[in-house]
C-alpha cells in the first residue's frame, strides 16, 4: 500500500471517529433537550390535575378500564394513598400507569422516566397532588414523536457521516500526493542517474522545506558518491600502471636471459635486474594491501610498550649505506628509552618502522648532496603522546602539492619512472599507519627550506574510535 493511500485511510478513520464522537454529543444533547421539553409539557399537565374530577375513574365511575391514547396525546391519572386511579384524563385508563414502587416514591418526590405503557414507549412524569395527602398527579404521553425525530437525525448522520468520511479520505489523498509529488520526482531522477554522470545532481525545489532539504542531502551524498568512485577509478588505474611497469621490466629481462648465446655476467645481470623489479613488485603489493586493510579498518597491530628513540636508530642504520651514496647524513635527535626523558609509547613497533623508513627513503632521495636528514622524536604538546618527525634540506614540498600530500599515487612530480622515486605511496601508507595507531600525518615546509613530515602518534590506544572516525582519502 502507497504512503498515500495509507495516509488517505488513516485521516478516513481518523475523520469518522470524529465525526462519531461528534455527532453521539450531538445526539445526547438533543435527546436530552427533546425529553426536557416533554417533561415541560408534562409538567403543565400536571398542574391541570384537578380539572379532571369530572371524569372518575373510580369504582362504580364508569370509568374506562383498558386506555390507548392517541399519539401525543397526553393522559392524566390522579390516583390516592392506596393506589386507586380516582380521577383521569379520556383514555387514561382505571389502571395505574406506574408500579407501586415508582408510586411509593412520587409520594416524596417527583420523578420523570420513561417506561412502556401497552407496547409503546411513553414518557411519565409524577409529583405529590397538592390538597391531598398521599395523592399522586401522573402525566404521561407517547415518544412517538421523540423517536421519530431521532430517527431521522440518525439517517441524516449516517449519509452526512459517510460522505464527510469519503470526502475527507479523499482530499486527505489528493494532498498527500500534492505533498509528495516533489518526492517522487527525486525518486524518478535518482533512478535515472547513471553511474557514469560525475556531474548530474538533483534538482532542488525553491520552497525551503523539507522536500528541498532532502534534495539538498541527496546532492551532498550524491558528490560522495562519485568522489569516492572517481578516486577508486583513479586507484585502480595508478595501480595498474605501477604494476604494469615492473611486468614489463621482468617480462624483457627473463626475455633477454632466455636468448641463446648470453655470457654468464649478462645471465646474471638479467637475473639481479628480474629480482629487483620482483622485490619491487613485492613492495608495491605488500603497501596495497595495507592500504585496503586500513580501508576496512583492519590494519593489524601489535602494540606493546616501545622506546621510539630505538626505532628511529634503526631505520637510520639501515639506510645509512643509501644516504652515504647520495652523499646525505643522516642524524637522530631522540632520547633513550631507558634515560629519564626517555620516549616509550604502546606502538607496533614494525608498523612505525614501516612509516620512518618511507618518511626516511622520501628525505634521502629529495635531499641534495652534503646535506643531513634529521630524524626527530619528542613528547606531543599536550604531554598524552609522541612526535616523530624526519626532516630533510631539499627543496621541500610545492605548495600545490601540500594538501594532496597523502593521497595514493600523489608526487610532487607527475613521472611515473622509476628513476623519480617509488610510486607515491609512502606517504599514504604513512597516514594508513598513524589512522591505525589513532594519530595523525602531516606534511609542511621549514621555514628555513626543506620538508619536514611529522607522525602523530597518542601514548593510549585509540585505534577503535579512530577507526570509527577514520577520514576518507582526499578526493583528486
Request: contains cysteine.
Amino acid at each position: 500500500m502507497s504512503i498515500r493511500l495509507r495516509l488517505a485511510v488513516v485521516f478516513a478513520i481518523a475523520a469518522a471517529t470524529v465525526f462519531a464522537l461528534g455527532s453521539a454529543l450531538f445526539v445526547t444533547t438533543l435527546s436530552s433537550g427533546l425529553l426536557g421539553t416533554v417533561d415541560s409539557e408534562l409538567g403543565t399537565e400536571l398542574a391541570r390535575a384537578g380539572t379532571f374530577a369530572a371524569n372518575p375513574a373510580g369504582p362504580g365511575g364508569g370509568g374506562t378500564a383498558v386506555a390507548r391514547p392517541l399519539p401525543g396525546e397526553f393522559i392524566v391519572q390522579l390516583v390516592d394513598s392506596a393506589g386507586t386511579v380516582r380521577n383521569a384524563s379520556h383514555d387514561a385508563g382505571t389502571a395505574p400507569l406506574l408500579s407501586k414502587s415508582l408510586l411509593d416514591r412520587a409520594r416524596t418526590q417527583r420523578i420523570a422516566l420513561t417506561v412502556t405503557i401497552d407496547g409503546d414507549p411513553s414518557r411519565v412524569v409524577a409529583a405529590p397532588f397538592a390538597g391531598h395527602a398521599g395523592w399522586i398527579a401522573v402525566a404521561s404521553v407517547t415518544l412517538d414523536g421523540y423517536a421519530k425525530t431521532l430517527g431521522d437525525v440518525y439517517r441524516e448522520l449516517w449519509a452526512a457521516g459517510a460522505v464527510f468520511v469519503a470526502v475527507a479520505g479523499a482530499g486527505a489523498y489528493v494532498l498527500a500526493r500534492a505533498a509528495l509529488s516533489p518526492v517522487e520526482r527525486l525518486r524518478r531522477a535518482a533512478a535515472d542517474l547513471s553511474a557514469r554522470d560525475d556531474h548530474v545532481v538533483l534538482e532542488v525545489p525553491a520552497t525551503r522545506d523539507e522536500v528541498a532539504a532532502l534534495a539538498t542531502t541527496m546532492n551532498e551524498l550524491l558528490a560522495r558518491l562519485h568522489a569516492a568512485l572517481a578516486r577508486q577509478r583513479t586507484f585502480v588505474a595508478d595501480a595498474s600502471h605501477e604494476l604494469r611497469t615492473p611486468f614489463a621490466v621482468l617480462r624483457a629481462e627473463l626475455e633477454l636471459a632466455g636468448r641463446p648465446g648470453r655470457t654468464r655476467g649478462e645471465l646474471e645481470r638479467a637475473i639481479a635486474g628480474a629480482a629487483e623489479e620482483t622485490a619491487r613488485l613485492n613492495r608495491l603489493t605488500d603497501d596495497l594491501l595495507a592500504l585496503a586493510r586500513s580501508d576496512d579498518g583492519e590494519l593489524t597491530l601489535r602494540r606493546s610498550p616501545t622506546d621510539v628513540g630505538a626505532i628511529l636508530r634503526r631505520s637510520a642504520q639501515v639506510a645509512a649505506l643509501p644516504a652515504a651514496a647520495c652523499g646525505v647524513e643522516l642524524r637522530v635527535d631522540a632520547p633513550d628509552g631507558l634515560a629519564p626523558d626517555g620516549l616509550v609509547a604502546s606502538v607496533d613497533a614494525d608498523r612505525v618502522r614501516q612509516a620512518v623508513d618511507n618518511l626516511v627513503d622520501n628525505a634521502v632521495r629529495h635531499a641534495p648532496r652534503g646535506t643531513e636528514v634529521v630524524l626527530r622524536a619528542r613528547s606531543a604538546p599536550a604531554g598524552d603522546g609522541v612526535v616523530v618527525e624526519v626532516a630533510d634540506a631539499g627543496p621541500g614540498f610545492p605548495p600545490e602539492f601540500l594538501p594532496h600530500a597523502f593521497e595514493r599515487f600523489r608526487r610532487p612530480d607527475t613521472s611515473r619512472a622509476r628513476s623519480g622515486g617509488g610510486a607515491g605511496l609512502g606517504l599514504a601508507i604513512v597516514q594508513a599507519i598513524a589512522a591505525a595507531h589513532g594519530g595523525d600525518a602531516t606534511a609542511r615546509n621549514a621555514p628555513a627550506g626543506g620538508a619536514v613530515v611529522s607522525l602523530v602518534l597518542p601514548a593510549g590506544d585509540r585505534a577503535p574510535a579512530a577507526r570509527a572516525a577514520r577520514l576518507a582519502p582526499a578526493g583528486p
